[in-house]
């Protein structure tokens, strides 16, 4: 009986089983003892296992299709914001109190860089 473990079985191992399973069918005269090991009851888990494999793709899916339309919505989202930000600059300026309700610095609050002074002047050393 296998132990019950937080990990899932590598999926080389469960076609393996699968595969165990497909050579349990073609056995003449099979009769276990324990019943629980039957092709019936194994046939079961095998239908089991195949449905269960099925809704996890089907799953897997709709994951990706929501992730596709997520991404769609975020990057029409974020365009919609960038025209807002432009916008806002454009009617209000750059220098505005809008501008800073938008997240952005004003223009007043950039540090501004220095000017770099000429080659040309003398050092005092």
Excluded: C, W
């Excluded at 019936?40 to 339309?69: F, M, P, S, Y």
């Excluded at 975020?74 to 809008?98: M, N, Y």
């Amino acid at each position: 009986m296998a132990t019950v473990l937080n990990t899932r079985i590598p999926p080389q191992t469960v076609q393996a089983d699968i595969d165990a399973f497909v050579g349990l069918k073609g056995i003449i005269g099979y009769t276990p003892v324990n019943q629980d090991y039957s092709l019936d009851a194994v046939g079961r888990l095998h239908d089991a296992l195949r449905k269960a494999q099925e809704t996890e793709i089907h799953a897997q899916n709709a994951l990706a299709a929501a992730r596709d339309a997520m991404d769609a919505i975020e990057r029409d989202f974020h365009d919609a914001i960038l025209g807002v930000k432009s916008q806002v600059k454009a009617q209000f300026g750059p220098d505005s109190d809008q501008v800073a309700a938008l997240g952005l610095k004003k223009k007043s609050d950039r540090r501004r860089t220095p000017t770099r002074a000429g080659k040309d002047v003398p050092s005092t050393a």
